[in-house]
């Protein structure tokens, strides 16, 4: 008589596994609605977790919530609970007579001083540099000039060429006594931080340090796609270059990708707002060390302590031009800049032009540009008409026939990636800074932008722009009509995703 052998597994494992599949993704897809994200991006992470058995749910692990481990969470509050307090003394700088201005910009400014503590600075100069080879000509020459520290802080530096020049001049600086601190993104500048320059840079005595520091054994604790996102570099606490260019000279950088040559702008800026754009970089500082840590006394002296090793102080007029920082990120108030992207755009009567490397808006967004363009606005967004990302590319064009059917202009740059991240409304008032439009710009990265209450520089800015156009190509509606039923279909399936990139 045979013996009969039970194999448990041929039995047990095919009706265990799709009950733990399917419990797992109930389980999370609860935890999706529960957390009350926006409908895009729980849209998405729904369509993750459900279409894509177990694999969905290790995604969402890994990508789907904002975590930034216990250590760092300790860090962030310690430093905010400063951050606040010393926000909080800039109220009486610089103060800004609004009834000089525009009766419209006010209520901006009152928006984003609610959000953000900052509050908008009057008597700067801004210079505005839209060439790369200019841009890393000037922090150079400031670099060179510099006695007593230089600060930089980007999310990609990559070796050669200027950006190799950089490096030099900060070698020479501390040579003759300057604090030299670089902090850079742990995954935009993954390279640079493994190369021989960091070596360099280090045996100089100048302080490298990476941000938010990534790596397989980090990912199962943190979220590891939580990017800084910033590009600001402080010379001497007196002048300051935020704006959209990270550390690279574009003739070394991606130059196989086949989009050309990345197109960046920056601001050299002197006057009080130099003193918040200082701050948040030490700030961003003093994250990522132990070595420097301020003293367990009053806020108030720990401050004063501050100020001291990272060259911080209220600055002289050097213009007439009202600033306002507006820092974001998720550890600050999440939903700050993505409001106040809403505002500007509600706000804008006669023409707004955006320009962005990355357009991936949400519902919100898209109705505010559709809404404008409907009430007689002229509304342009200029984009590159190549993309370095294809999700990014194909989520991007699901969204130009809906909004040039509805009258906005659509501009498609042919000069290289355009890179630049700039807002001019009304020739009124700009932004200007490291924003991108999309989703990961507005809820995941830490950005830097300014919001610039000045005719005369959004007249300039806009000048720029117009540069912008006459190098790109107009959409044409019949040729994106007659996309075939596959491109439609990548188009709407990045756009599901679109959220999350």
């Known amino acids: 008589m045979a013996v009969e052998t039970y194999h448990w597994g041929n039995t047990i494992l095919p009706i265990i596994l799709p009950l733990a599949d399917l419990a797992i993704r109930l389980g999370l897809s609860i935890r999706v609605i529960m957390r009350q994200r926006q409908y895009g991006v729980t849209l998405a992470w729904l369509i993750v977790i459900l279409l894509l058995p177990f694999l969905g749910a290790i995604v969402y692990l890994f990508f789907g919530e904002n975590r930034i481990g216990e250590t760092r969470a300790s860090r962030t509050r310690n430093s905010l609970e400063h951050y606040h307090k010393w926000l909080s003394s800039l109220r009486n700088n610089a103060q800004i007579n609004w009834s000089k201005l525009d009766s419209a910009l006010e209520p901006i400014h009152r928006q984003a001083d609610a959000l953000i503590g900052i509050p908008a600075l009057d008597g700067n100069s801004l210079e505005l540099i839209e060439e790369p080879e200019k841009i890393m000509r000037a922090i150079i020459k400031d670099i060179n000039a510099a006695t007593s520290t230089c600060h930089l802080q980007f999310y990609i530096w990559h070796e050669g060429g200027t950006a190799d020049e950089v490096i030099g001049a900060l070698i020479r600086a501390a040579a003759r006594g300057v604090t030299c601190r670089i902090l850079v993104d742990a995954i935009g500048s993954k390279n640079f931080l493994k190369g021989e320059k960091v070596k360099e840079l280090r045996a100089a005595g100048i302080r490298v340090l990476e941000s938010l520091p990534a790596g397989f054994f980090k990912a199962i604790f943190v979220r590891i796609d939580i990017r800084n996102h910033r590009k600001i570099v402080v010379i001497d606490g007196k002048i300051a270059y935020p704006g959209s260019q990270n550390m690279i000279d574009p003739r070394f950088f991606k ?89 500007t755009i509600y706000a804008a009567q006669k023409n707004i032009t955006l320009t962005t490397p990355y357009f991936v808006p949400d519902e919100s967004l898209l109705t505010a540009l559709q809404s404008a363009a409907q009430r007689g606005v002229d509304v342009r967004i200029i984009v590159p008409k190549i993309n370095d990302s294809k999700l990014v590319h194909y989520a991007s064009r699901a969204r130009y026939e809906s909004l040039a059917t509805r009258g906005v202009s659509i501009m498609l740059f042919t000069g290289g990636l355009l890179h630049s991240k700039t807002i001019t409304v009304d020739d009124k008032f700009a932004l200007f800074g490291s924003v991108n439009l999309d989703m990961r710009s507005f809820w995941l990265n830490f950005e830097a932008t300014l919001f610039i209450y000045s005719s005369s520089f959004t007249t300039e800015l806009r000048q720029v722009q117009r540069r912008y156009e006459s190098q790109a190509q107009p959409l044409d509606l019949e040729i994106m009509a007659r996309r075939s039923y596959v491109e439609k279909f990548f188009e709407n399936s990045a756009l599901l995703i679109g959220p999350l990139l």
């Open 255 to 343: 130059q196989d990708s086949g989009v050309g040559q990345w197109v960046d702008i920056m601001v050299r800026i002197q006057g009080p707002v130099v003193e918040p754009i200082a701050g948040t970089f030490i700030s961003d500082w003093f994250l990522e060390t132990d070595n420097e840590k301020v003293s367990s006394r009053s806020l108030e002296e720990d401050i004063e302590q501050v100020r001291s090793i990272a060259d911080i102080r209220p600055q002289p007029f050097s213009g007439d031009i009202p600033v306002q920082l507006v820092p974001s990120g998720p550890d600050f108030t999440p939903e700050a800049i993505h409001n106040l992207l809403l505002t």
